[in-house]
């Protein structure tokens, strides 16, 4: 088992910047692969981004190349999605999640999934 809490959310105006942080714990972390996603309101959710469990490897969606980095430090247990030039449409409800991954690359499919935090941006 792996157990995910996200921090980081809050409420910014356009083109300000947000760093989300998500602690895992249970399950040794660098033996997962991670990832983040969002889902707004009336909406399914969506990837957004992901790493391998080394971190070499990572992937985004189109929506935010270019503005957001996902990063991991294995010695802090910790993943993050540092958030930049943020949008309306950025705004959201962003889960952290865990994959068991078995090699170095990133994952399309999750086994443990966060609480969620609330990210809003105002225009």
């Known amino acids: 088992q792996v157990q995910l809490v996200e921090s980081g959310g809050g409420l910014v105006q356009a083109g300000g910047s947000l760093r989300l942080s998500c602690a895992a714990s249970?399950?040794?972390?660098?033996?997962?692969?991670m990832g983040w996603f969002r889902q707004a309101p009336g909406k399914e959710r969506e990837f957004v981004a992901a790493?391998?469990?080394?971190?070499?490897?990572?992937a985004y969606a189109d929506s935010v190349k270019g503005r957001f980095t996902i990063s991991r430090d294995n010695a802090k247990n910790t993943v993050y999605l540092q958030m930049n030039s943020l949008k309306p449409e950025d705004t959201a409800v962003y889960y952290c999640a865990a994959a068991r991954a078995y090699d170095d690359r990133w994952y399309k499919e999750y086994d443990y999934w966060g609480q969620g935090t609330q990210v809003t941006v105002s225009s």
């Open positions: 790493i391998s469990r080394s971190g070499r490897n990572t």
């Open positions: 249970g399950r040794t972390f660098s033996t997962c692969a």
